[in-house]
């Protein structure tokens, strides 16, 4: 078991207060993966993080920041292979059943402007959507001895998930007060989330962070200057609303190039990165620093794929991120999910050489 204070080390990176380590962490694998390691000596029962002494890169703290009611989920056809339902988003969806892999989106309630009142009535601060255990969510985060993060409310990803990205963009250029309405409605879900953990804990969480993945291998699905002129102010309110609570860190997980939106994104408020995929773009952690400066923390930038090959090429990946961890405001873990290519004796390898890292 990791016995390391994992919260303390993560808050004296992030600050540039000095340390001498980097956190073992374990975010998880594809099913597939799994499936492989204990073919290869995991026991079936593991809990992976205790096997391989390591942790989660940290605990969210949330309440129910969904739709609001959400709708009824209905299974359209069904066979051995695949699904078609209506998923609680309103979308239809085909999801294969034998392997990992992303849904097909077939048809969205969500089309247009004329659809929007019925996802904005399900967008509404309800006491109804705090959690009974709420009281217990927080109580285990703070004795967890892990960073501490609010969920809080994707601005753009989960339009692109109700609408499909080619609605989303129509109405970005069609009926751009619309797009800023829904913008302007999910930051202030956010906010009011926030009010309702915050003040009931004992300790400041760590950060404020959500999810978003608005950008594939080309970029991202909204040009800098509609991001700036729609999404931004919705950063920046939920930034403001954190620092009422002295949470001086907003964070947001997008995969593909992230690289046009890191400067409208460090403008709006959000100074945390993760997991900035290697991908065919080849991010570069170390770039990044030297472009947007200290205040662009970064968790990630290790290329998982790496992991598929052996020890020397493991081993040249982590002394080329030397310098930024020992620099701080940079915490190495492989850049996604761990593939299924991926040896057990390798992922070993990995972590245990991280564990062993003297900065």
Known sequence: MYTQPYRTLWQDIMWYKGHDRMPVIHWG????????????????????????????????????????????????????EYKVFRASDGVIQKQWKKSSNIPHFMEYTLKNSSDWAEYKNRLRPDGARIPGDLKEQIEKAE????????????????????????????????????????????????????????????????MGFGWEDICSKSGPF?????????????????????EEYEVKILGVDSDGDVSALL????????????????????????????????????????????LEKGKKEIDEEIERRVPLMKEGGYILMPDHLITPGVPLENYKYYLERVRRLKL
């Open 143 to 206: 004795s967890s001895n892990l960073p501490i993060a609010i969920e809080t409310v994707p601005l753009m990803g989960w339009i692109r998930n109700w609408m499909g990205i080619e609605n989303m963009t129509y109405l970005i250029y069609d009926e751009p007060d619309v797009f800023a309405d829904m913008v302007d409605t999910l930051s202030n879900l956010s906010c009011w989330a926030i009010d309702q953990i915050i003040p009931k804990m004992k300790t400041r969480p760590d």
């Open 29 to 80: 694998g594809w099913k597939e993966t799994r499936e492989r390691w204990i073919k290869e000596g995991l026991p079936e029962d593991a809990d992976e993080r205790e096997y391989f002494g390591a942790v989660a890169h940290w605990i969210f703290i949330g309440i129910n920041i969904d739709l609001f009611p959400s709708f009824e989920e209905i299974v359209l056809e069904e066979t051995e």
């Open 263 to 306: 400067k409208p994104w460090l403008d709006s408020g959000v100074n945390l990165l993760f997991p900035l995929e290697i991908g065919t773009w080849n991010a570069d952690p170390m770039e990044v620093r030297k472009k947007y400066g200290r205040e662009l923390r970064i968790v990630g930038g290790f290329n998982k794929l790496v």
């Open 222 to 242: 909204v040009s800098p200057s509609a991001f700036t002129r729609y999404v931004a102010p919705g950063y920046l309110k939920i930034r403001q609303k954190l």
